[in-house]
């Protein structure tokens, strides 16, 4: 019934979700381990529930709120923002989550026909933003091979050569899916070269709690430069959604642009969410961290998972909550190996095609709790020992 003639071509063009895909194939499968969704295993701060339990009878909680958020969230925020981000010029909108502060952003900045900036391995989910938007010139540039970090002498050329320059670059850091963090030299160099192209640079920093082995994560602020941040795995939220725009207060009609596109969209993010982001920031970062610090064990654990694929075939693991890696040359077709992996060995990954890299995978080590996490990873190290040893024997 019906035909694609009647639907817009703006979605139809767009990518599928590869997390619907992969949740398909999980239900299609009995007894399997995900390390598959990017998700933390745990919860919200018990403290933060317990009062928000309270507020569900309150009538304000079942009204609209402000759009840009509620007064003593954006409160804490931009405190945090200056205490913790050090970013000091900055507003703050609130969102229903980190994906609809990107689409509020590219609907503010970008115009269809526009061309954008990414790098490989990308974040499906901006990339979706742009191509559902009309922004679907997407030029994507190279990581670098052995860090994956952004290759800004690329971005130098492209940012150069392309007429119009393009409108916006998008970075995540640390990246999902790459799992690494971009060093504040190469972010620096890459906010240098946005500025004097005249073009925004927007920087996902969902996972700006997620850094290992001592490393520190950092944030630039300019007038060009809009950060995004979600309390989704942080705070152990994703259900909640709420996430916050951070946008340079001197960019005049910026903000007034921003609202009319969060007016349309969620109108202001669900109240008694924002509530509980609220109480959970009263937590402060350290318990964040606490948790993340407990992280490390799962990531050596599914480091070891993936030991059949050799060491130089495995990146990432400095920051956010994933590994990236290569399969051997003969497996071109990951999502082939992923629904493998899944059916006959009863562990799923996500196809690194879904972020622009056929060949690869990546690997979420946060969703999971350590003994759980254990299992998944023998069930990947012997999935792997085939793949590389036999094949994909069914
Ligand atoms: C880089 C990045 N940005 C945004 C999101 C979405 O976050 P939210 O739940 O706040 O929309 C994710 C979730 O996986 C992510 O990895």
Redesign the pocket.
């Known amino acids: 019934m019906g035909s694609h003639g009647m639907l817009a071509r703006r979605a139809l063009l767009t990518d599928t979700p590869v997390m619907v895909q992969i949740q398909a194939l999980i239900r299609g499968v009995k007894d399997c381990v995900s390390l598959a969704?990017?998700?933390v295993y745990w919860q919200p701060p018990i403290q933060a529930l317990e009062k928000v339990q309270k507020l569900v009878w309150d009538p304000v909680i079942s009204r609209y709120g402000a759009d840009e958020g509620l007064p003593e969230l954006r409160e804490a925020l931009l405190k945090k923002l200056r205490h913790e981000n050090k970013l000091h010029r900055s507003s703050v909108m609130v969102?229903?989550?980190?994906?609809?502060?990107?689409v509020n952003i590219v609907l503010t900045l970008c115009d269809a026909g526009d061309s954008v900036v990414m790098f490989a391995p990308y974040?499906f989910?901006?990339y979706m933003s742009f191509q559902m938007t009309g922004v679907t010139d997407i030029l994507v540039g190279p990581g670098d091979p052995k860090m994956l970090h952004p290759d800004a002498d690329w971005l130098e050329r492209t940012l150069k050569d392309t007429k119009p320059t393009p409108k916006l670059v998008s970075v995540?850091n640390p990246?999902?899916p790459s799992g690494t963090y971009i060093p504040e030299p190469l972010l620096q160099r890459i906010s240098d070269l946005c500025r004097d192209a005249g073009c925004w640079l927007v920087v996902?920093n969902?996972?700006e709690y997620f850094m290992y082995d001592g490393r520190k994560h950092v944030c630039l602020e300019g007038n060009h430069i809009v950060n995004?941040f979600?309390?989704?795995?942080a705070y152990g939220?994703?259900g909640w959604?709420?996430?916050y725009i951070a946008f340079p207060s001197e960019v005049e009609g910026l903000s007034a642009q921003l609202l009319k596109v969060q007016d349309n969209i969620p109108i202001c993010a669900s109240i008694i969410s924002q509530r509980l982001a609220l109480h959970s920031l009263e937590m402060g970062p350290e318990w964040v961290t606490d948790r993340v610090n407990e992280l490390v064990k799962n990531r050596d654990i599914v480091l070891e998972g993936l030991s059949p694929l050799g060491k130089d075939a495995v990146k990432g693991g400095e920051g956010?909550i994933y590994l990236w890696a290569k399969l051997p040359d003969k497996f071109p077709d990951d999502f082939e190996v992923v629904r493998w992996l899944a059916q006959k060995h009863g562990v799923v990954l996500i196809p690194g095609s879904s972020s622009g890299c056929p060949g690869y995978v990546r690997i979420s080590f946060g969703g999971l709790i350590e003994d759980q996490c254990r299992i998944a990873s023998e069930r990947l190290k012997k999935g792997l020992e085939e793949l590389v040893n036999k094949g994909m024997v069914l």
């Open positions: 969704q990017g998700v969102t229903a989550g980190a994906n609809q502060a990107f974040y989910n901006s995540v990246g999902n996902d969902t996972y995004v979600s309390f989704s795995k939220m994703m959604r709420v996430g956010a």
